[in-house]
């Protein structure tokens, strides 16, 4: 592999922008004038290219449809007030893209290809980032296998993709939350840890189910005991129990890595928190409720930050929070907000301006 890798570019011939309001953004309806492709064929990344957002044209018999090699990744950029755009850790998300790969038996993508596409692929639509509060670029990358063949064994060809979608805030209120101690997300040796397709269509029959009961999403158990919290859909979850933040340990491999996840673990430290990366029961939980130690309960992920939790539900036990008196998990929503729009010290060297 050629250590410099050719990107051409094909540039829009008229941009979209000019029809979209950029006042009303439902999340990832909307996509930028432009997409970067890249195929992995005979062992090797090749044609990789920037073009006008565009179908594809596909086989039916394409591996990935039937068997599920497909991953992705979720990272926004955003505007400062003076115009700059910069893009939110973007190297983590880089990282955790291969390890998802990994388990999936797919190529490792190059950084010459996922970071430096990224950047030119943002800088040619760099006039689609909303310079708006709470707004942002929502980067899509993704990979899936490319055989035209329903053989069962990893594909020999791949394709990867990067989209930009502009979104608005993302409003999510304050959720109820069903703990589920029937269905699983994943369990010790599965692919909870990678951002893998699967996940989601695994997932979606539990929250249907869950919001028919009433609630808005679900506290994923782990798979053996349904007894140690996971996860809250598909966000990372913290419990202020005390002066300690508490959020379950990446060990088993049934978490995924959020990025907000470790981004929250360090602004919780800045504000004088003890966090601790452990197995957390929900009897420590019901404990903690009944001392009044429970303070606050919130979901952390890319597409809405920070989710607060104002319901559990365990078995016949209904916790109820009174979300408005919370001050961790908003001060946490609104210093990442002003790290990522220029208006906090960016401490940490989370923010890579694109150029
Ligand atoms: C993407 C994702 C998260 C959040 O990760 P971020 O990097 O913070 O966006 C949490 N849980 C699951 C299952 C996810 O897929």
């Known amino acids: 592999m050629t250590a410099a890798m050719d990107i051409t570019i094909r540039k829009a011939e008229t941009s979209k922008l000019k ?174 840890y990678a951002k893998a397709a699967g996940n989601y269509g695994a997932a979606m029959y539990a929250t249907a189910q869950a919001k028919t009961k009433g609630y808005d999403q679900v506290l994923w158990m782990d798979a053996i005991e349904h007894k140690y919290v996971q996860e809250c859909g598909t966000m990372n979850v913290f419990f202020i129990i005390g002066n300690k933040a508490i959020t379950p340990g990446l060990e088993q491999g049934t978490i995924l890595d959020g990025v907000t996840r470790q981004s929250s673990i360090t602004l919780l430290q800045e504000m004088g928190f003890i966090v601790e990366e452990r197995d957390l029961g929900i009897d420590e939980i019901t404990d903690a409720y009944k001392s009044g130690q429970l303070h606050e309960v919130f979901g952390t992920g890319t597409a809405a930050t920070i989710s607060l939790i104002k319901e559990l539900k365990y078995k016949n036990f209904e916790m109820k929070f009174d979300v408005e008196k919370w001050k961790t998990a908003p001060m946490l929503k609104s210093w990442l907000t002003d790290i990522r729009e220029g208006r906090r010290e960016d401490k940490y060297g989370w923010m890579q301006k694109i150029d």
Do not use: C
């Not at 492709?37 to 596909?58: M, R, T």
């Not at 790969?101 to 430096?116: K, N, S």
């Open 19 to 192: 029809d979209i309001n950029l006042e009303n953004l439902p999340f990832g309806r909307y996509f930028t004038d432009h997409m970067l492709e890249a195929d992995y064929e005979n062992g090797e990344w090749k044609n990789v290219e920037i073009k006008p957002y565009q179908p594809l044209l596909l086989e039916p018999s394409l591996a990935s449809l039937h068997y599920g090699q497909a991953i992705f990744e979720g990272i926004k950029a955003y505007k400062n007030s003076d115009g700059e755009a910069f893009i939110f850790r973007p190297q983590d998300n880089f990282r955790r893209f291969n390890i998802s790969a990994e388990r999936m038996q797919m190529p490792a993508v190059p950084e010459e290809i996922f970071m430096d596409g990224m950047n030119k692929l943002i800088a040619l639509d760099k006039n689609w980032i909303p310079a708006k509060f709470d707004h942002s670029l929502y980067i899509r990358p993704f990979m899936f296998s490319a055989d035209p063949v329903i053989g069962v064994r990893p594909s020999e060809t791949y394709k990867f993709m990067i989209i930009l979608s502009p979104t608005g805030p993302y409003y999510s209120a304050p959720m109820r939350i069903y703990v589920e101690e029937h269905f699983v997300r994943a369990s010790p040796g599965g692919v909870g």
